[in-house]
């Protein structure tokens, strides 16, 4: 498998579907392209047909993934009061929280992990974080908590477990692994804006009453753009997140623009809405156009034949990383160090 299958991109974008497909093929191109909420969502709409074996394989995985949002979710309040507690707010973005606003039921966003971003005036407590949702990790007896600060910001973010027993439990077994930011952009080299971020974050209501810190419409889309560089344009669940976001949400374009111009993202911000929209047959507000050696590196790095293409498209993700904290304009020194290096 590779490129989604026809009816999963007008899925994507919100379209409507009818009809019947290769019901194996359908459903193994919507577990490749973590698309199989949104397929089960039309199945039980009655839109799209599937054969009773197919139906079945995907309504377990459906539930599956219910399951895991659901764990997933207990750990982004664990995490959240455990860190109030401290005296510390947290930022989640991605994920649970992308699914609730964006998504019409529980499961038809995919998830695995839980990211979350410490607000900039409390990164020299980082340590503390870590030990309150980890409190045996390796780390905290390896490092000091200036070193363990570090190298959470040389690699822009840790992958802690949460130790918590949460109740929900998938049948895997998985525990839940938190991504903590000190950065949010996370594309190489030390973002610009990391106040600026802060203030565009807003509470936000799940399900059971309690309360968590979001990022605005317009910082979030920002995100999942950008990400979409990292992530080689792999996947097509990256692709209906943002045209979810854009259907649901007014976006202030004026401050967009002025967030990526003082970032200096423009080339692989715009190049990548241009490239979900022109997929998904979607439109938006025009964008301030792009050009120059950058967008040309852009476009050979991530050309329409290596995006969508599920799994296979993961291949050679780290060599096309190393490049986006090159397209940083007015950044040359510090992108030029980050690609010797080799982070992003």
Same mark, same amino acid.
């Given at each position: 498998?590779?490129?989604?299958?026809?009816?999963?991109?007008?899925?994507?974008?919100?379209?409507?579907?009818?009809?019947?497909?290769?019901?194996?093929?359908?459903?193994?191109?919507?577990? @490749?392209?973590?698309?199989?909420?949104?397929?089960?969502?039309?199945?039980?709409?009655?839109?799209?047909?599937?054969?009773?074996?197919?139906?079945?394989?995907?309504?377990?995985?459906?539930?599956?993934? %219910?399951?895991?949002?659901?764990?997933?979710?207990?750990?982004?309040?664990?995490?959240?009061?455990?860190?109030?507690?401290?005296?510390?707010?947290?930022?989640?973005?991605?994920?649970?929280?992308?699914?609730?606003?964006?998504?019409?039921?529980?499961? @038809?966003?995919?998830?695995?992990?839980?990211?979350?971003?410490?607000?900039?005036?409390?990164?020299?407590?980082?340590?503390?974080?870590?030990?309150?949702?980890?409190?045996?990790?390796?780390?905290?007896?390896?490092? #000091?908590?200036?070193?363990?600060?570090?190298?959470?910001?040389?690699?822009?973010?840790?992958?802690?477990?949460? @130790?918590?027993?949460?109740?929900?439990?998938?049948?895997?077994?998985?525990?839940?692994?938190?991504?903590?930011?000190?950065?949010?952009?996370?594309?190489?080299?030390?973002?610009?804006?990391?106040?600026?971020?802060?203030?565009? #974050?807003?509470?936000?209501?799940?399900?059971?009453?309690? #309360?968590?810190?979001?990022?605005?419409?317009?910082?979030?889309?920002?995100?999942?753009?950008?990400?979409?560089?990292?992530?080689?344009?792999? !996947?097509?669940?990256? !692709?209906?997140?943002?045209?979810?976001?854009?259907?649901?949400?007014?976006?202030?374009?004026? !401050?967009?623009?002025?967030?990526?111009?003082?970032?200096?993202?423009?080339?692989?911000? !715009?190049?990548?809405?241009?490239?979900? #929209?022109?997929?998904?047959?979607?439109?938006?507000?025009?964008?301030?156009?792009?050009?120059?050696?950058?967008?040309?590196?852009?476009?050979?790095?991530?050309?329409?034949?290596?995006?969508?293409?599920?799994?296979?498209?993961?291949?050679?993700?780290?060599? %096309?990383? %190393?490049?986006?904290?090159?397209?940083?304009?007015?950044?040359?020194?510090?992108?030029?160090?980050?690609?010797?290096?080799?982070?992003?």
């Amino acid at each position: 498998m590779a490129h989604p299958d026809p009816l999963l991109l007008a899925l994507a974008a919100g379209h409507a579907v009818t009809g019947e497909r290769d019901s194996r093929g359908l459903v193994d191109s919507a577990v @490749e392209h973590r698309m199989t909420g949104l397929l089960w969502s039309a199945v039980e709409r009655g839109e799209v047909v599937l054969s009773p074996d197919e139906r079945q394989r995907l309504s377990v995985v459906d539930m599956a993934n %219910r399951l895991r949002e659901q764990q997933i979710e207990r750990a982004l309040v664990e995490a959240v009061r455990r860190a109030r507690g401290l005296g510390i707010e947290l930022v989640t973005f991605k994920g649970v929280t992308a699914a609730r606003r964006w998504y019409d039921r529980p499961g @038809e966003r995919p998830t695995s992990d839980l990211d979350l971003l410490v607000a900039p005036h409390d990164r020299a407590r980082y340590a503390e974080i870590v030990r309150a949702l980890n409190p045996t990790n390796d780390l905290l007896r390896d490092l #000091t908590p200036e070193e363990l600060l570090d190298w959470a910001v040389r690699d822009q973010a840790m992958n802690v477990r949460l @130790e918590a027993d949460l109740g929900a439990q998938t049948w895997s077994g998985q525990p839940v692994t938190i991504d903590l930011h000190v950065d949010l952009l996370k594309y190489g080299i030390p973002g610009r804006q990391a106040e600026e971020i802060w203030a565009h #974050t807003h509470l936000f209501e799940l399900d059971g009453g309690e #309360t968590v810190r979001v990022l605005d419409a317009e910082v979030a889309l920002v995100h999942l753009l950008l990400h979409m560089n990292r992530d080689r344009f792999a !996947y097509l669940i990256a !692709y209906a997140d943002v045209a979810r976001l854009l259907r649901r949400e007014p976006i202030d374009w004026q !401050y967009v623009h002025q967030f990526v111009a003082r970032e200096g993202l423009d080339v692989p911000v !715009y190049a990548s809405l241009d490239a979900v #929209t022109q997929s998904l047959g979607i439109t938006v507000p025009a964008h301030p156009p792009i050009g120059g050696w950058r967008a040309l590196l852009w476009k050979r790095l991530w050309s329409p034949r290596v995006r969508l293409q599920g799994l296979e498209g993961r291949k050679g993700i780290r060599r %096309r990383r %190393r490049w986006l904290p090159v397209m940083a304009r007015g950044r040359a020194i510090e992108g030029m160090s980050a690609w010797i290096r080799g982070t992003s």
